[in-house]
């Protein structure tokens, strides 16, 4: 079978990039070595925080 190629950007590529942001910005600003890996694990769902907050700012909440 042949394979179907998109062409359009990948969704990964998206949040990939998002995550490498995410995770210099969080980490940047952790103060000792376990606020770091908090702010590690925060930049893996990143995602969640951006709809938490534009589900408030829209008043869906």
Sequence with gaps: MKK???ESASPGAVY???LIGA???FI???TGFWTGVLGFLKA???PV???Y???KFL???
Excluded: E, H, K, T
């Design 4 to 6: 179907r190629v998109r």
């Design 16 to 18: 990939g990039f998002g």
């Design 23 to 25: 995770a210099i910005y």
């Design 28 to 30: 940047s600003q952790a």
């Design 44 to 46: 893996l769902v990143w």
């Design 49 to 51: 925080f951006l709809v």
């Design 53 to 55: 907050d534009a589900f």
């Design 59 to 61: 008043g869906l909440q």
